[in-house]
């Protein structure tokens, strides 16, 4: 009754070793705390304590919770293979394929929340270079961090920063200005003129940032 359950255990099993492989042998992963900016390296020296491995400050603290998480659940695979769930599990349950079904889209929507709070909070398992500033990143007193990084990634407002170019182009203002990362609030008010590219709607797309920036008076970024 529950050996599909163990079946899709087992299968993410697979991939959680697949990225710890990748991470250790086969090129590495990306680092966003790297020297230079960010860079792709090989993981070398994992955490397998379970003391440390819950702080998730690095990319040694990721790869091993894959670990642990990896051989939790080759032994929940096997064992729900191998036995029978028990007497009051079979009257409590439903036991069909809709149940399943019902069950897994739970289990999904529980990892979807957990991976919102990642996202938002953490840039070590989710560099902002792809999903966006993180919330500590979004705030006034680090903006211009971001400023640099787009020039240097070359992005343009229309597009934002990978997967959530359409997320950020949806987040706008009524007055067209731009909302940095759905921090809201903290922008609107502000008036320095080395964030009015960014402000801007009008901004051509087919123009990196650095064009932009190029027209900004130098005294306006000696202030910061």
């Known amino acids: 009754m529950t ?3 163990g079946i899709h255990l087992i299968l993410l099993v697979l991939g959680a070793f697949l990225l710890v492989f990748k991470a250790l042998y086969f090129g590495g992963v990306y680092d966003t705390w790297a020297p230079g900016g960010g860079d792709v390296r090989k993981i070398t020296n994992l ?15 990721i790869i091993g919770g894959h670990v642990w998480l990896g051989s939790i659940c080759i032994l929940g695979g096997i064992w729900h293979i191998l036995t029978k769930p028990f007497a009051w599990d079979r009257c ?4 069909s ?8 889209l739970a289990a999904i929507s529980v990892f979807g929340f957990i991976a919102c709070c990642f996202v938002w909070f953490n840039n070590t398992a989710y560099p902002s270079e792809f999903y966006g500033p993180a919330g500590p990143e979004a705030s006034q007193a680090q903006a211009f961090t971001f400023l640099v990084r787009d020039q240097r ?18 987040m ?8 940095f990362g759905g921090e809201t609030m903290r922008f ?16 051509n797309p087919n123009q990196s ?9 130098a005294r306006s970024i000696q202030v910061l």
Do not use: M
């Open 153 to 170: 990634l070359g992005a343009n407002v229309g597009s934002a920063q990978g997967p959530t170019g359409l997320g950020k182009y949806l």
């Open 92 to 95: 409590a349950l439903v036991w």
């Open 188 to 203: 609107w008010d502000l008036r320095a003129p080395w964030l009015e590219p960014l402000t801007q709607f009008h901004i």
């Open 172 to 179: 706008r203002f009524p007055t067209r200005e731009v909302i």
């Open 97 to 104: 394929g809709e149940a399943y079904l019902s069950y897994s």
């Open 3 to 5: 050996t599909i359950l």
């Open 47 to 61: 955490t397998l304590s379970p003391r440390w491995i819950v702080s998730v400050d690095d990319l040694e603290d």
């Open 209 to 217: 940032i650095r064009s932009h920036f190029n027209k900004i008076p």
